[in-house]
């Protein structure tokens, strides 16, 4: 299912639909046929939902407005959105890489080129375009090998093996390898995250309020659990302890760390109003996060990444918003994707057959 599909699905405002799609029109298709609106069984309040229906529906109006329809009833992106403006740097110079449309294709899909600006203007510069047939393969395809690979790591994972899974896939087989300091920077992240026992997440750096607001309750959550089990072991030493201590310093000690559980609970009680105030998202806000946690699964999915299928099927602004938030830069040369430098400072260099 597409990120369009899952974002209009009345599921999530409690509604459960069926006997809307045709399945006799649908087999060998590539998309979905559906049934006259009439035929469809809906059952309201079939179960809670997820978000306000109003929301929905506003969301729902947005993908609308975000897309147009051509001949034979296909819907594709609005073409004034170049999914990689401002991300790609020419390899040569320096310079930003400035975005083009490219010729329709027979399907209505309309990719852009990207040239050095400083080539545009004073023609000195010898780099060459790319286009998004090109980088976008190389690109997202990428992105989805870095999310399969850390999903999969092991301890006894070695960095060979890694650098195999990132590489893997026909957008990537001129690559031979990637420079050493990046892939080591990646393997020694993902060692550490297992070592840790978390999941290793696509590097973005832009830590919001909410997210500074989770952190810092799972540490006084943390904070809470020590203070509490020191508040166990005292009491089990006053009343049990063969070196017990006197009442005084029980009472004292026990007052002091009362006072610190009673001070963590009245700031946890202070995110959470903060948590419940922040919770009800922006139209555009929801619309970005939804469409990232979905992007992200979407790519983990598939073995490979059709780029022109998946092109097709999201919106331009929500795969930008997505990139933007993982990747710093794009470095092109000679129509080649000569690194990625991602949000955290992490760069990865690739290195191509001869």
């Not at 540490?219 to 089990?229: A, I, P, T, Y």
């Not at 990444?305 to 930008?320: L, Q, V």
Request: charged content about 30%.
């Amino acid at each position: 299912m597409t990120v369009q599909g899952v974002l209009r699905n009345p599921f999530y405002i409690g509604i459960y639909r069926y006997n809307y799609r045709d399945e006799a029109k649908t087999k060998g298709n590539a998309g979905h046929e559906y049934k006259s609106e009439s035929d469809w069984i809906i059952v309201e309040n079939h179960h809670e939902p997820i978000i306000e229906r109003e929301q929905w529906e506003r969301v729902s109006s947005i993908l609308t407005n975000n897309r147009r329809i051509i001949g034979n009833g296909k819907t594709y992106n609005r073409g004034n959105v170049h999914l990689f403006s401002g991300l790609v740097r020419c390899g040569y110079c320096g310079s930003i890489m400035g975005a083009n449309h490219d010729k329709k294709r027979s399907n209505g899909y309309k990719p852009s080129l990207y040239l050095c600006t400083r080539k545009r203007r004073f023609n000195d510069c010898p780099n060459k375009y790319i286009s998004d047939v090109s980088l976008g393969p190389f690109a997202f395809n990428y992105i989805a090998n870095m999310i399969k690979a850390s999903n999969s790591f092991g301890v006894s994972t070695s960095i060979e093996t890694l650098e195999k899974k990132l590489l893997r896939g026909k957008a990537l087989s001129k690559v031979e390898h990637i420079e050493g300091v990046g892939l080591q920077e990646l393997y020694d992240a993902l060692k550490r995250s297992k070592s840790e026992n978390k999941n290793y997440e696509l590097p973005v750096t832009e830590t919001s309020v909410s997210d500074k607001h989770s952190q810092e309750l799972d540490l006084l959550l943390s904070e809470k659990r020590r203070s509490e089990r020191a508040l166990d072991r005292l009491q089990t030493l006053y009343l049990y302890g063969e070196d017990s201590i006197g009442e005084k310093d029980y009472v004292l000690e026990r007052s002091r760390i009362v006072s610190e559980i009673e001070t963590i609970n009245k700031r946890i009680s202070e995110l959470d109003k903060i948590h419940k105030t922040n919770f009800s998202l922006s139209d555009d806000e929801f619309l970005e996060k939804a469409s990232y946690f979905i992007i992200s699964q979407q790519l983990s999915d598939k073995r490979e990444i059709s780029f022109e299928t998946f092109a097709k099927n999201i919106d331009n602004r929500t795969a930008r918003n997505f990139l933007t938030s993982i990747v710093q830069n794009f470095c092109i040369k000679n129509g080649k994707v000569e690194s990625i430098r991602f949000k955290n400072g992490m760069e990865h260099r690739f290195l191509y057959k001869s």
